[in-house]
């Protein structure tokens, strides 16, 4: 079992800067693919981006260039650089975790934990 609690969200400006982090806990953290997804009012989950358990990353098309993920084994925690934040970042954001695995991080049923959420709200 894992828990996941996300911190960091809050309200900002356009263009602000936002750094969300994920915590974890259990042993095994370095083991688990960590993702950030993402849902507005209305809309559907979206995929924002993933770390794998190897380290590389990958992100959805909207926010490539502007977010970054990187992960810290030694404090089981993910985080999310958030840059030149905009109006439509405006969301709950979750952080998931699944047990190793590759491809498809897109994917959320693919996630075998979730966390809270944490409300990120830009304004113009």
């Known amino acids: 079992q894992v828990q996941l609690v996300e911190s960091g969200g809050g309200l900002v400006q356009a263009g602000d800067s936002l750094r969300l982090s994920c915590a974890a806990s259990?042993?095994?953290?370095?083991?688990?693919?960590m993702g950030w997804f993402r849902q507005a009012p209305g809309k559907e989950r979206e995929f924002v981006g993933a770390i794998s358990w190897s380290s590389s990353t990958y992100y959805g098309d909207s926010v490539k260039g502007r977010f970054t993920i990187s992960r810290d084994n030694a404090k089981n925690t993910v985080y999310l650089q958030m840059n030149s934040l905009k109006p439509e970042d405006t969301a709950v954001y979750y952080c998931a975790a699944r047990f190793l695995g590759s491809g498809s991080y897109h994917y959320h049923p693919l996630y075998d934990y979730w966390g809270q959420g944490t409300q990120v709200t830009v304004s113009s």
């Open positions: 259990g042993r095994t953290f370095s083991r688990y693919t």
